[in-house]
């Protein structure tokens, strides 16, 4: 994973904050914007005889504010806020999350870039309750996947403001799904396109100091 | 077939029939001049008092460019855009070969005739124009914009009407081609002709070799293929009354295909096989007039149309894929003309339709059948003025019924000036793939496709029960049997000839399209996959310009050019951009913007400029004829890039392109006649958006013509 490097020192600064500061209106805490690229969620491991494309049906687990996968019993904690399997993405919140968290997700068409400050009352947010995913996992909701060139898309101006397990915010825009952000040619094969995809590129900003302004 | 068997018998029997009531009565069919008009009112007119927008390319016109195919001729009219077997198949069309769009609207809303008669065999909704052979024909006439009135389904975007030809005298014509990419065309014809019959028999062989712009990479852009069309014309007047017109073609096409696709490590596994096409048609009309002013016209056609592709695994000669599709069609139909007092014409028919599909993707035989009735009504109330008012009904077994109307006038308050104005209306009705698809691709993600007919949501509940399908999507609830998709069509031209070497014409059009069949998901598979059907929800416009000039420059030099400005776009993608719902994303920083109107490119497969230029010299002493032409088009989208399923960056875009061709004959003679040229003289080589055109590709033709001098009088 590719992480840029000043966040060390940002989680190093706002970790900080928050365990001797209760300050909640100092206003010059606007985090950065991190990406993260290639993590994968169920990535193409095999076909099938009849060549449908086989993973291993498992989550990635990944925590906003350590920006970093989370593994093992830490997965059945309110250590990871949000998950990632092919195009489902789970938060930590609701019946089908694993960590007993309260986390909950609200999916906006703006710009991520001009998205400054978390401006939803509390019903806009929703948690994964069966089959309804508070992050919508059917295409032409926040992606697009063409039955023609085989080729996933995220819809540009898709934001998601996620509520973290711990009740801080987050706002995250997916950029790509395939390896390293790079979408196949539409001329690639099909065989080619799923075993480069499910290589998740996301940006995110994550509010440790648990004010609600990027 | 047994069912052709029965179609000629019971022609037959009109033939006798009527044999027996007709007899002194002029033909009043006969005489035709190559000014003459038939698709535009299904009655002859000239020219120049049709009133809605058409385009005529005679013979001497197709001769001169030298040109084989269908789709390589359209490609150079002014408007009409031929799809290139790539680009999205969702509303352009063209993954599917070539298709030609007329006014911006999808191939699969033009309809193709021959003498008037449909040709089937669309794949994935496009009917591919190089199954078309230029030899023998007469005339094309275009008819653009929407003309279900007269046509019924598929005339949704306009019709495209082949002629083959008739000489008067008899003849023999041989014609022969060869270029480079191994390109082969020979064609043959021989005609009888007396006071009464008119035979021609005439055959076509076509080949291209492979097409293959990356010879480090096994397999070709464009496969090769040869191609065979045999083809019967006949005409025979029983009487000054009665005549009886009989065409009949058969194509055969085989094509080897041969290609790479890679294993799950990514080793290339090597496919072969090839792909046959097998399309045959029989028509069959007796023209019978009544009176001076009755004349009235019994059509029986039949077509079929077959392919097949078989295609393994070349490492252990394992199957890797077979498709089979098979299509039958069959139309009895009535058309009389009658003459009426205060200068109206009156036309009115009726027929009924069979149709019939038998294909690996779909489960079992599917039929269906149409019986419709259409009147029309031209009154001239002066020399000056027409208005027709036409009308026509559809009734279907297998979805909703259809009328579809249309009004055109036309007034020259001059000699030289032409003003038309025309509202028309088309449809399309949902074809087999729509209703009877039944495909599960395993290949891809297990996904699955049913036709409307072939889903409901007891039949999801079922599935559900089964455990196909796990979860029912709300979207499932708003399932309905499917609407034809319908047009509706404005034209405004003028024509205006400023002398006699000087004509120009102008005609603006605006198109919207609504209930446009798309897919959308109704459930989820266990595993996440999707399971779609069909249903009518696009709603779409193209509107825009088009402008045509002829001149005769000096003698022997005549120039023409042509001009389309062309706008599309699906109305809700607008209404979303307007709403500032819409965003695109830079290919360079990921970086998103809000669309404005003037980001969106419009539907794919579209060109917003268009332009042709010709030039053609005859220097009729000597026998030389020089015939330069180029075509020209914009950018056109092919593919989404951004996730906003929209055509806005470059990377979505094919480049523009110039494509000139070039031919310069010289008659030996009446009988002998020798050309050269060249075809993409630019040598414009885009693999990925025209495969099927090669780069820069030199020819020859040689054609003899053996004619009988005409000792009748006509």
Redesign the interface.
Known sequence: MKVASSLVAFIGLSALLISCGKDVTTPNTVPDVVTVTNLYADTTT???P????IGRNEFTYFSLRENKIITGADTLTNKWDIAFK???IKVNGGTNATGGGNAAAAVL?T???LYKKVDLPNTAFAQDNG?TWAIN????GW??Y??????A?????KTFVIRTADGRYAKM?I?SFYKD?V?PA??A????K??KQFFYQF?FAFQADGTVDF | MHSHRLLFLFGFTCVLTLVAIGQQVQDTLSGSSDDVVVTATRTERKFGNVAVPVTVIQKQAITATQLRRLNELLQEQTGIFVTSGSG???FGGG?FGNGAQLQGMSPEYTLILINGEPIVGRQGGTLNLSRLTLGNIKRIEIVKGPSSSLYGSEAMGGVINIITEMPATPQVQLNAKAGGYGLADVNAEGTYANDKTRLQLAYNYYRMGAIDFDETQYGNQHDPFNAHTAQLNMSHAFSNRLKLVAYGRYYYEKSDNAYE????N?HPVRISGNTTINDANVNTSLLYSVSKKVKTALRLYATGYHSSQQLIQDSDKSDYYTDDFRQQFYRIENQTDITLPANNTLSAGGGWVYEKLNTTRYEGMRDNSIVYGFVQNEWRPSDKVNLIGGLRYDVNREYASRFSPKLAVRYSPTKKLKLTASYGAGFKAPDFRQLYLSFV???????A?FGANEISIATLQQMQQQGFVA?I?PKAYDMQQLKPEVSRGFNLGALYTFCEKLQAEANLFNNDIENQIL???IALRAN?S?V?SYFNVQRSFTRGAEVNVRWYALPGLQVSGGYQLLFTGDKAVVDQIEAG?????EEST?????MTRSDYYGLPNRSRHMANLKLLYTHAPTGWQVSVRGAWRNAWG????????VITRDDEKAPGFLLLNAAVSKNFGKRYTLAVGAENILNHRDP?NLPNIPGINAFVSFSVLLQKQNHHTK
């Open positions: 095999g076909f099938s009849t060549g449908r494309p092919q195009f489902y068409n710009d991520f870039a089959a996992p059917m295409p032409g992606y697009t063409s039955t023609t060139t085989f080729i898309l995220p819809i540009p101006g825009e950029l952000g979408t539409t001329s094969s099909p065989a080619e799923a075993l940006r | 999205s198949g969702s993954i696709v890679p294993d799950p990514l691709n395993n290949a891809s993600g297990g996904y496709i979860t999507l897919f959308d998901v996440g999707q779609f719902k819409m965003y695109g994303r990921n970086d998103v913007y809000k092919t593919f989404d890039r951004d996730g906003n399923g990925e």
